[in-house]
């Protein structure tokens, strides 16, 4: 087994084969030592000096020695496609891996499973010398909502649905709507998938009509795809229908929220606006919130988990719509247990 320096050398070397470009006037040894350093290796520009030397007895490497500093590259027509991945494409690679699972098909999915392999091992074994392999255990995303499990999803239906989505195909489902104990059959043309939170959803419309929605996948008891060719609304385009609002499962209608908010909730919203156009106007006991934003679910759930710090003023109806929920959550709590 190599010792951690020999790991380390034969990673160092690797990595600056990797940089070496196939023209000249190609990299100084101070340019590479930079590079070298900012993908984690921690060395000195005599030790590249030395590597480069070293190399160029192994493989075919040239030295623009016409003036100086001289710049290193691989000889015209002779440079080498090295198998691996850089410490910058492992450590890329494993922050993506679980966030795009879902997102990509079966069958490129299984291509890409020995490079997060070889991602994996690369940083674990690089992880005692290398503080740039250290980075995945120092950072993390985190949902800023309560952190659910992610629902199950069958691997085969989620195949199918990336199958007929790539290839443009109808697909004949079996589908437990959310709010009735109903399974319906539906003939449906894929458009997208999306991942939202911790659940995926198929972007798709029925049948023959044009009206976009939303399938959690984990919903779906059984899925065929047909050979029919998929139907595609005129118009549909996947980043204007996300911008659209539709992802927070609402109505897409914009509106212009008049509230009142405590100081502390207002020191938060100057920080993260609700809108590009909001403001605060400071008051004696907080300050008058005004913002335009999409009337939708997303919407009612934040003010509703806001509840003590903030005053709707309008719209009435949603204002309304806070105080009915309020008062059924009451009803329900005002009960001896």
């Known amino acids: ?89 492992a ?14 098909p079966g069958l490129m999915l299984k291509s890409l499973e020995p490079r997060f392999s070889q991602a994996r091992q ?15 255990d120092k950072v993390a995303s985190v949902q800023p909502s309560l952190n659910l499990i992610a629902p199950d999803i069958k691997a085969e239906h989620l195949d199918l649905l990336q199958r007929a989505l790539l290839e443009g195909l109808q697909l004949l489902c079996l589908y437990q709507s959310a709010n009735k104990n109903r399974v319906h059959e539906l003939t449906l043309n894929p458009l997208a998938l999306v991942q939202r939170g911790q659940i995926t959803y198929l972007v798709a419309c029925a049948d023959t009509f044009d009206d976009v929605r939303l399938y959690a996948v984990h919903r779906f008891e ?15 385009d996947l980043r204007d229908y996300i911008q659209s609002g539709a992802l927070q499962f609402g109505v897409s209608q914009a509106i212009r929220l008049h509230a009142w908010v405590d100081p502390a909730l207002a020191k938060r919203l100057h920080e993260t606006p609700l809108s590009e156009d909001m403001t605060l106007i400071a008051e004696p006991d907080g300050a008058r919130l005004t913002a335009t934003v999409n009337d939708s679910w997303e919407l009612k759930w934040w003010l509703l988990s806001q509840a003590g710090a903030i005053r709707v003023d309008a719209p009435v109806t949603l204002r309304q719509t806070l105080i009915d929920s309020q008062r059924q959550s009451l009803a329900l709590h005002d009960t001896e247990i």
């Not at 074994?125 to 740039?132: D, G, I, M, N, V």
Request: aromatic share 6%; proline share 8%.
């Open 1 to 89: 087994m190599p010792t951690h320096s020999t790991r380390r050398t034969i990673s160092r070397q690797w990595e600056m084969l990797k940089l070496l470009p196939n023209r000249a006037p190609g990299l100084t040894a101070a340019e590479l030592h930079q590079q070298l350093e900012e993908a984690g290796h921690r060395t000195t520009k005599r030790t590249v000096e030395r590597d480069l030397n070293e190399l160029s007895s192994l493989f075919p490497l040239h030295c623009n020695d016409k003036g100086t500093p001289y710049g290193w590259y691989w000889q015209p027509g002779r440079s080498i496609d090295l198998p691996g991945i850089t410490v910058g494409e």
């Open 122 to 136: 690369k940083l674990k074994a690089l992880s005692e010398e290398s503080a740039s392999a250290r980075w995945i």
């Open 222 to 236: 059984a899925v065929t795809m047909l050979s029919k060719p998929g139907r595609h609304p005129a118009g549909f």
């Open 91 to 104: 450590l890329t690679l494993r922050l993506v891996e679980d966030s795009i699972r879902p997102l990509i």
